[in-house]
């Protein structure tokens, strides 16, 4: 990551929506009203999350082998009707994919489906290093406005299942596998391989259930609303000299919602990462000046350094008015007592770690179940 991303960012919002530089900067701090329910929410949506029942009202169907209409996912985005009022499903059977994917600001309501996270691959290997920067690297990315993935490795294994994955090496710098820039997405049993930067939830609300997360430095970050419920987060061995760092976040302001979530999560390392005494690890550092970022419920191991937390940068700390806290937690690497003295770090009451669930922190109840999300 780079702190000229937000520029970039801006930059890509104004030429998207035809909107000023002050009103696309204001689409990074506020999400869409939260009555706002998608369009693809019908009476029947529960259905599509059972056995194969999305899959065989796909608009578009996807399959390396030729048995589909089209060979490749990015053929498959262009037939999305601009402004699309309707949930339009991409089904991507098994086979790998070695595409980078975009779903544009004009493409919103989709549903992308695979074979499960060991079948469904769609893979890319754009990085910093290559001449790609962090927008540029990521294998899938979705802007603007409602988004449900499922069984994708890129996105997961079981009923919905679609694996995305970045093959850049540690080496090479930011290299994104998936990246999120829509309302009310909701990423559901899928599967996000990579080194640095992974996952990219850049902005608006975002739902993660039984998802498998594996990344070096900074592998789950932007400035999203999210949650990540059930998710088995996997931290790998970086680049020699490097750190492991999960989360970084870059909320900005004081009164911008923003927030990453773990709730209910695993925290563990890769055996060439648990080997390695060499490399520190921790559960996140303070991407901007009011960074907030939330481990709850989940279950920590002892790979991560008892301080937990690390700074920014030695002239950008930002641990003075970021928010970070811990709240029932457990596992080796869950003991508090030796965690960062910032004023930043908070062990959270009941109280205040009851404001992080989907029905407070994501405005969820109007748009979540209906859905047939299954929320903890």
């Known amino acids: 990551m780079i702190d000229k991303l937000t520029i970039v960012f801006q930059g890509l919002q104004g030429k ?33 999350l059972s056995g194969d029942a999305a899959k065989a009202k796909a608009n578009a169907v996807v399959a390396a082998d030729g048995s589909g209409k089209f060979k490749t996912i990015c053929e498959a985005v262009k037939t999305i009707p601009a402004d699309n009022p309707d949930m339009f499903i991409i089904y991507i059977k098994a086979g790998v994919y070695a595409e980078n994917v975009v779903i544009g600001p004009n493409q919103p309501n989709v549903m992308v489906i695979g074979d499960g996270p060991t079948a469904t691959k769609i893979t890319g290997s754009k990085s910093e290093k290559s ?24 996105l997961s294994p079981s009923s919905f299942t679609c694996t995305p994955s970045n093959t850049a090496a540690p080496t090479e710098g930011p290299a994104v596998a998936l990246r999120i820039a829509a309302d009310k997405a909701v990423v559901i049993n899928c599967k996000m391989d990579g080194y640095q930067d992974t996952l990219f939830a850049q902005v608006y609300r975002q739902y993660y259930r039984d998802c498998q997360i594996s990344g070096t430095i900074d592998f789950v970050f932007g400035g999203s609303v999210s949650i990540f419920q059930n998710c088995h987060i996997m931290a ?10 999960v989360l970084a976040q870059n909320r900005e302001f004081a009164n911008d919602i923003s927030g990453i979530v773990l709730d209910g999560c695993t925290i563990k390392a890769e055996p060439a990462l648990t080997s390695d005494k060499g490399v520190l690890s921790y559960l996140g550092r303070p991407w901007k000046e009011y960074s907030r970022m939330i481990v709850m419920n989940s279950d920590i191991d002892g790979f991560i350094n008892p301080s937990g937390w ?67």
């Not at 929506?17 to 999400?31: E, T």
Request: charged fraction near 20%; charge should be positive.
């Open 16 to 48: 998207a929506g035809g909107q000023s530089m002050a009103a696309s900067r204001k689409l990074l701090q506020d999400p869409l009203p939260p009555d706002q329910v998608p369009a693809w929410v019908k009476p029947n949506w529960k259905n599509l």
């Open 236 to 245: 790998r061995k970086p680049a020699l000299g490097q750190a492991d760092l």
């Open 131 to 154: 001449g790609a920067n962090t927008l540029e690297s990521s294998t899938f990315g979705k802007w603007h406005l409602y988004f449900l993935s499922h069984k994708l490795q890129l």
């Open 310 to 376: 690390d700074i920014w940068l030695p002239n950008k700390p930002n641990t003075q008015h970021s928010y970070i806290g811990e709240y029932n937690n457990k596992g080796p690497g869950a003991d508090v007592s030796q965690r960062v003295k910032w004023p930043s770090y908070k062990k959270l009451s009941p109280t205040e770690a009851a404001t992080y669930c989907p029905s407070t922190f994501l405005k969820a109840d109007s748009w979540l179940p209906p859905t047939g999300v299954s929320v903890k």
